[in-house]
């Protein structure tokens, strides 16, 4: 995902003379075909995220396109007022690439793992936040990133993603992306993001073995959320079930709650899966984090089932 | 340092804000306006009746809390009317206690909060090169605002791109909000440090206009400079200078107005 990313970004890069890009010490080898082809746009800084920040906005403000890439943490905690400042209160067309999203970086412990960066951009006004599914979306969000008027918070996977999105699906910020649609209403809706969409996917074909049908709306974009989508999705089912690699508070799926909350109607009860409020006490592997936190395909399943079972016990009550 | 009338007037049209919002900064803003008024007179390349002329030179308030004194100079040269400072701060003014672009004709970033306009700065001069435009960049920052640890990154960064069309002026009036420099942060050696990041560093008298005109349009060539200024907090209000409790005043009346007014009136004399 991140090397279809960068990728990307060194072809616009010679579509368009607007596009720059920028790294924060990425270490030997990163975007080398860039900096030996467009050395006038690559930029290859030091480990100051707030100057890198800054920079970007002062090259947007006249006209460039910049693409700033470093590890997640660094860009949405340390330089957290020059993305609100510099970027979000100037609408400058600046993209900061996170690596790492969510747990990704789970052997390195607490320091590196991005569990509250869609809280921390998506708070910020004109802040658009992305997370696609696997590196073919990846390619169809970059193109589309181009022209976007807004700073976009783009998060990136581990990289190796199994490909779960479709060409036919189409691309558009800021809209959902059914993935897989129930025959019927009363279903289960799960309402994910990021890679947590193909640990969702997996656990609606257990759960369909079960007879617990269900449909799985993939937002790729966090912000501005997809609220007729989730609407139209919500009203069918018994059930919402959100999925995200981020803590429970502020991210995802609070934007979800956040959404149904506002209508103001009688909608679905919502469980949300994610992250505890806690740092991560844990190394290993991203799976395992994930499996620690309930996030693999068959706690998914399991959780949802229960959830589901109880929903029905309850209606015959 | 003799005040001639016009550097009178200019800290009139300060004052005149100050009236109009009954609060602000005024010792941060009037130990800028010589700075300010050199670098609108006689050194940038701008238009007031086109402040997006592309080939503009830039000049950044980092300071922001200085904001009357660039409204003071934005309005003295044409960007907007002088009567926009007698709604300074109020509900539906154009004129905030700190600047904002896309508000305000002829600001070109919203700054407030410290050490951000050196980085910002720092990207539009790099934007400058690569679209092969002339443009020079100049940002000023206040002497405690180089407390801020991006204004050291982005100094890293200037001196690696070796950017000869950036320039860093400190309004070194050795005061901040809570006494002197010396005593809250001391910065000293403040030339040394500058050289050292690989920036041409040349002093002055912040309040000497012929000696800013001079040093301002002879900067040496072939790396980023930076210009100490060495200013009065305050200048020209007597009671003000070197006074931390006029950093920013609230509650500001008739009588605090005619008090200021007076002073300046009798440093002209």
């Known amino acids: 995902m991140r090397k279809v990313c960068l990728d990307t970004i060194h072809s616009l890069a010679h579509r368009d003379p607007r596009v720059v890009f920028i790294g924060s010490d990425l270490g030997a080898g990163v975007m080398d075909e860039m900096k030996q082809s467009l050395p006038g746009r690559f930029f290859m800084e030091g480990i100051y995220e707030a100057n890198v920040v800054g920079m970007a906005a002062g090259m947007a403000m006249d006209g460039f396109i910049p693409y700033v890439n470093t590890i997640a943490t660094f860009l949405t905690r340390r330089a957290f007022e020059q993305v609100a400042l510099d970027l979000c209160l100037h609408r400058l067309p600046v993209r900061l690439i996170g690596n790492g999203g969510g747990v990704v970086y789970a052997p390195l412990g607490p320091t590196h793992l991005a569990v509250d960066d869609f809280a921390l951009m998506r708070v910020l006004p004109n802040m658009t936040v992305v997370a696609v599914s696997d590196a073919d979306e990846m390619r169809r969000l970059m193109e589309a990133s181009l022209d976007w008027p807004d700073p976009i918070y783009i998060r990136l996977a581990k990289g190796g993603d199994k490909i779960v999105s479709c060409e036919d699906d189409g691309f558009a910020i800021g809209k959902a992306i059914v993935r897989r649609r129930a025959a019927t209403s009363g279903h289960i809706l799960f309402a994910t993001t990021g890679v947590m969409t193909t640990h969702a996917l997996a656990a609606a074909e257990s759960l369909a073995a079960l007879g617990i049908d269900s449909t799985v709306l993939h937002f790729h974009t966090v912000k501005p959320l997809d609220v007729d989508a989730l609407l139209e999705h919500a009203k069918e089912a018994c059930a919402v079930v959100t999925v995200e690699e981020h803590s429970l508070i502020g991210g995802f799926g609070s934007a979800i709650l956040e959404a149904l909350s506002d209508q103001l109607l009688n909608m679905p009860p919502v469980k949300r899966l994610g992250l505890s409020d806690e740092f991560a006490s844990i190394y290993g592997s991203q799976n395992d984090v994930l499996e620690a936190s309930g996030l693999m395909p068959v706690q998914i399943a399991d959780t949802t089932a229960r959830l589901f079972n109880a929903i029905i016990e309850g209606a015959r009550r | ?269």
């Not at chain 2, 109009?20 to 390349?45: C, N, W």
């Not at chain 2, 002329?53 to 000049?59: A, Q, Y």
């Not at chain 2, 931390?244 to 009136?265: N, Q």
């Open chain 2, 1 to 269: 340092m003799p005040l001639d009338e016009r550097a009178i007037n200019l800290r009139k049209l300060v004052v005149r804000g100050l009236a109009g919002g009954g609060r602000g900064h005024l010792g941060p803003a009037l130990s800028l306006i010589e700075i300010l008024r050199v670098l609108y007179d006689d050194v940038l390349r701008h238009q007031p009746d086109n402040p997006r002329w592309p080939e503009r030179d830039r000049c950044i308030l980092s300071k922001g809390h200085g904001c009357l004194a660039l409204y003071a100079l934005l309005a003295d040269q044409g960007y907007f009317p002088t009567e926009a400072l007698d709604d300074f701060c109020k509900r539906n003014a154009m004129l905030g206690g700190h600047p904002e672009a896309g508000k305000i004709p002829g600001v070109e970033a919203s700054t407030g909060s410290l050490g951000h306009g050196m980085p910002i700065g720092l990207g539009m001069a790099l934007a400058a090169r690569m679209a092969g435009r002339g443009s020079k960049v100049f940002v000023v920052v206040g002497d405690g605002e180089i407390n801020e640890g991006s204004v050291w990154e982005a100094a890293l960064c200037a001196g690696k791109h070796a950017l000869d069309n950036y320039t860093v002026l400190i309004d070194y009036n050795k005061i901040q909000a809570s006494g002197p420099t010396a005593d809250i942060q001391d910065l000293e050696p403040l030339t040394d440090k500058w050289r050292s990041f690989g920036f041409a560093v040349t002093e002055v008298n912040g309040h000497d206009v012929v000696a800013l005109r001079r040093t301002l349009t002879s900067l040496p060539a072939g790396k980023p400079n930076v210009v100490i200024c060495h200013t009065v907090k305050g200048k020209g209000v007597s009671f003000a200078e070197n006074n931390p409790d006029w950093h920013h005043k609230a509650k500001i009346g008739e009588k605090d107005v005619f008090d200021m007014l007076s002073a300046l009136d009798s440093y002209h004399a």
